[in-house]
């Protein structure tokens, strides 16, 4: 695959694992927006995106939720929120759960260039060519130390293909994703070698 995004981008947007933790799993990103909390229940909302206007179901943190009630203001602007997606082919096929506000400005040009970008270190258990659809499995870290057949996983559905894929489910692969509307779609990949 061609490198279809810079270099320099991936560096920014994607951690690279340590020696110590190599193994780690994740799906986590930026997406710059409007936090809007149901009428029901302050942790259930929508987030408004600012670059394009789409509502994406979305739940809050334990903490994050604790923040915002206590910073009231930062309900009144667009914030850069630190979410975990969770991708569906079914309506909705986005959700997210936002988990921090980045308000760092040193940090402001990294950010920018992070928006609306994923990283997902995952195994991948299926691509299908038809559809252009790959099926990946992000497994709860402290999962990981249980037994396969039971441990649990979040499934998450990219669009795009890993080329000369070959069906290595237990391939750990580190992948940039970008969000289009209510879409993860692939960006960049890599195998994750210890």
Not at 31 to 53: C, E, H, K, W
Not at 123 to 135: A, N
Request: hydrophobic content about 35%; some cysteine.
């Amino acid at each position: 695959m061609s490198d279809p995004v810079p270099s320099k981008i991936f560096k920014i947007a994607v951690a690279k694992p340590t020696r110590k933790n190599w193994n780690q799993h994740r799906a986590v990103g930026i997406i710059y927006g409007r936090y809007i909390p149901s009428a029901d229940s302050f942790d259930q909302g929508v987030l408004i995106t600012a670059n394009d206007g789409v509502l994406i179901p979305a739940h809050l943190s334990a903490e994050l939720t604790t923040k915002l009630q206590r910073r009231s203001e930062l309900l009144e602007s667009d914030q850069d929120f630190l979410v975990h997606p969770q991708s569906s082919l079914e309506t909705p096929q986005l959700t997210v759960e936002l988990f921090r506000v980045r308000l760092l400005e040193k940090k402001k040009k990294r950010t920018e260039l992070s928006r609306d970008l994923f990283n997902v270190r995952c195994f991948v258990v299926e691509q299908k060519k038809r559809s252009q659809i790959m099926t990946v499995r992000v497994y709860n870290n402290e999962a990981l130390k249980q037994n396969p057949r039971t441990r649990k996983y979040y499934k998450h559905y990219i669009y795009g293909l890993i080329e000369n894929y070959d069906n290595n489910k237990y391939q750990l692969w580190n992948l940039l994703v970008k969000r289009s509307g209510m879409k993860l779609v692939l960006q960049y990949y890599e195998p994750v070698i210890n």
